[in-house]
């Protein structure tokens, strides 16, 4: 199986800063893409930010020039690195990663248990 383990969450003042770490780790043959999504209840779970193998990303309009995303292939963990958070960044925010387990097995999406993110005066 792949495990993802989520840390760095929890409460900030608007306009400050956390920066989140997942890290993968268990019967992993590579790791495609990378990535952060959140959720609020009562709503869907929703993209954040992603990034590829090679490094491109792709971020949600809300969080462009405040989140960055980043990941070190060698230990399989991708970190978000979010300032000037607003109250509206308020969610559990989940990691996800597409892996494939060996060399002819098929990717699948795996996801972190959550880590809540609250933004608050």
């Known amino acids: 199986q792949v495990q993802l383990v989520e840390s760095g969450g929890g409460l900030v003042q608007p306009g400050g800063s956390l920066t989140l770490s997942c890290a993968a780790s268990?019967?992993?043959?590579?790791?495609?893409?990378m990535g952060w999504y959140r959720q609020v209840p009562g709503k869907q779970r929703e993209l954040v930010a992603v990034i590829t193998s090679g490094g491109s990303t792709n971020y949600a309009d809300s969080v462009k020039g405040r989140f960055t995303i980043s990941r070190d292939n060698a230990k399989n963990t991708v970190y978000l690195q979010m300032n000037s958070l607003k109250p509206e960044d308020t969610a559990v925010y989940y990691c996800?990663?597409?892996?494939?387990?060996?060399?002819?097995?098929?990717?699948?999406?795996?996801w972190g248990q959550g880590t809540q993110v609250t933004v608050s005066s």
């Open positions: 996800n990663a597409n892996a494939r387990r060996a060399i002819l097995s098929p990717s699948s999406n795996y």
């Open positions: 268990g019967s992993i043959f590579s790791i495609n893409a």
